[in-house]
């Protein structure tokens, strides 16, 4: 066997060929502990995802409780009462309350701890102070009597918060309620009932109370109609035509029974529910708001129309011979 010698060329080129291989080797090395050192991060990605997805759902969750939670109870600032604007100085009245919750709507309440109180000051002092629990919605807190002629306010409050729209203000009288110079009508009951008696027309009764500032309550009952050719609402006073029904009028604002449409300038547009014999349509005037709502039987047929003028009076046309409408 021969040794080979190597020259000088040879062992470089041997060398570098041995530092290639390092360096091939520390690459892949490299290459290697990279990829351990970015599958970690990638896991570690993922479940920051699904953390976020997690606490999108339990938000999600936790809004829907919230909302859920909210519509069953009672927010006593979102609370209505039911007071008449005016009421006759030999007359008693109750005090009704809406149970709401914060979005407005009608609830009964679940709480039997739930109490009212009501304040009733008149032209001079407080009169009157009556304390009641509120169950559900609807529930009257009391009937009152008011003996002083003039103004009130009254405060209802549940604890130390007063509900929407107290205080209210009522006014204490002696009123003829319907004053009517049109053609084919009778009122009788102090006139608080209208009755039309002639027929081919339609006949119009209108309020001697300005309706100008706070809220008012109506209640009207439809004593006896056929077709329910009926008008209840209120018309401007400065537009006021004694001797014409409000219909021809363009500052009129109307619920008509036979189709359950609102109607004002001459227009009709839907809106509610049709009325007969023995139903009750109660209209609440909201001056400070300029709105004018509806009811039948209770039943909330929302606002009907808003912007409404300063001054305004109450308005009932009949169009049908014997209708006969009372307001109680």
């Known amino acids: 066997m021969s040794i080979v010698e190597l020259d000088e060329n040879d062992e470089e080129i041997h060398e570098n060929k041995n530092e290639n291989e390092k360096k091939t080797e520390q690459n892949q090395i490299q290459s290697q502990s990279q990829k351990q050192e970015q599958k970690p991060k990638k896991k570690k990605k993922k479940r920051k995802q699904n953390t976020t997805q997690n606490k999108q759902e339990d938000n999600k969750a936790s809004q829907s409780y919230s909302s859920e939670d909210k519509r069953k109870k009672v ?24 149970t709401r919750n914060c979005y407005g709507e009608i609830i009964k309440s679940q709480d039997d701890d739930l109490v009212f109180s009501v304040e009733i000051f008149g032209p001079y002092d407080t009169m009157e102070e009556v304390i009641e629990k509120q169950k559900e919605s609807g529930e009257f807190l009391g009937l009152f009597t008011l003996e002083e002629v ?9 604890g130390s918060t007063d509900i929407e729209g107290s205080p209210f203000k009522i006014r204490v009288g002696h009123f003829e309620y319907f004053d009517s110079k049109s053609l084919g009508l009778s009122i009788s009951n102090s006139n608080k009932t209208i009755h039309h008696n002639s027929p081919g027309f339609w006949s119009g009764a209108k309020g001697t109370l300005k309706l100008t500032e706070g809220k008012y309550y109506f209640n009207f009952k439809v ?18 035509d004694y001797y014409s029904p409000a219909i021809d009028c363009t500052k009129s604002w109307l619920f008509y029974c036979h189709t359950g449409e609102k109607y004002h300038n001459r227009k009709l547009q839907q809106y509610g529910k049709s009325c007969t014999t023995g139903d009750t349509i109660e209209m609440k005037v909201d001056m400070d708001k300029k709105q004018l709502s509806f009811y039948k039987n209770s039943e909330n047929f929302g606002v009907a129309f808003d912007s409404l003028p300063d001054t305004l009076v109450l308005a009932v046309d009949l169009g049908s011979l014997n209708d006969v409408v009372s307001l109680v």
């Open 75 to 98: 927010d006593i600032s979102c609370c209505t009462a039911l007071i008449p604007g005016f009421v006759s100085q030999d007359r008693g009245f109750i005090i009704e309350i809406e």
């Open 150 to 158: 003039g103004d009130h306010q009254i405060i209802v409050r549940s």
């Open 223 to 240: 004593g006896q109609t056929k077709e329910a050719h009926i008008m209840i609402g209120v018309v401007s006073l400065p537009e006021l």
